[in-house]
Each structure stands twice: as structure tokens, then as C-alpha cells.
């Protein structure tokens, strides 16, 4: 059974309980299912259903469910996939949605910024950095998105930091307790490593 790519699917009776960023209590069934499909081609190495649910899944589920609050937290979503490991390679993929999805529809605050820094961080680390050759294949629009989503939350980070006389009291802390963040000498040593 694969997911139905062609339909956005209706709002089911039966929930999965639990929490979120948007502190509501319930994950849409049609949610769990595409999260634990998308975990299952990810571990499985299933390209065309990752393709297929990278490019039109998500998206569609973001506008049904997700239009207007954020994806339910990784914490949550590590639960119903019954993921242990929080760096395994889902978790950190599904991070990068997570927080491309915040960038693109709600206003990211300072913590979402750091965050989303060092999950690029360590997904750059996990296929960089490997002593053998990582056994994960992505689409390449993927791929391209992932670069593409670095490098537009690095600019707009130095944006947000030019801006720094309308941040609170406790954002100036954050900035100043983490200087190293989103400088451009954190992730930047990756890609000589792939020499």
C-alpha cells in the first residue's frame, strides 16, 4: 500500500493524542499515516515514494492541515514513528521540513533560527562526514531544496541580526550567548571534507 499521492485525504474521526508547537492535543490520523509511510520509504531507501511524497504529499498535507501553524513538533512526530534515535536520518530530515515549513509560513523565531541552523549542521555532518559511504538516496529537487533552504535561512538570519534594535531583551541574550551560530564558520568546513 502506498501513499494516495492524488488526494488530500478528509478530516478523520479518529486522532492520535499527543502535543505540537501549537499546543493542541491531536495529530490528524490522514498526519500519522503520512509520517509513518514517509518514515518507512526513507529507512527502506524507496526513492519514488519519498520523491513522490516529498513533492506532493507533504505539500498538499502543509496546506490541509498545516496552512497557517507549524508541522507537529519532532519530538512528537519521533513518537509516532517509534524512531529512538533523535539524530537518526528521518528525524533530521523531517527537522529540515519542519523548519522550512515555520520559514515559509510563520514567523520563525530566534530559537527556530538556531535550531534550524544546526539541523542543516548536522545533516551536512551525517553526509559529509561519514568513514563509509551513506546509504540514503534523495530526490534531487531534494537535494536542491535542502541547499537552497540553507542558504536563504543563513541570509535571512543576517537580516533578522541588522535588526537587532526591534529584538527583545531575551533574543539579544540569545544572540550574544551563541555568537558562533550562523556565522559562516559553523557548517562551512563540510564541504571540504568532500574532497
Known sequence: MTWPSHQVPAMPSQMYHGYSDTNESEVAEPVVN???????????????????????????????????????????VQDIV???YEASIFMILYRELYYRHIYARLKPSLEHRFDSYNNYCDLFSYLLTSDEPVKIELPNKWLWDIIDEFVYQFQSFQQFKTKAGKINDEEKSM?????????GNGCSKYPDTAN
Open 34 to 76: 503520512f509520517l509513518k509511510w514517509f518514515y518507512h520509504f526513507i529507512e527502506k531507501n524507496e526513492i519514488y515514494h519519498v520523491e513522490n511524497m516529498y513533492e506532493d504529499g507533504f505539500y498538499k498535507i502543509s496546506e490541509f492541515y498545516y496552512k497557517d501553524k507549524p508541522w507537529p513538533a519532532p519530538e512528537l
Open 82 to 84: 517509534e524512531e529512538k
Open 175 to 183: 544572540l550574544r550567548d551563541d555568537d558562533n551560530v550562523l556565522e
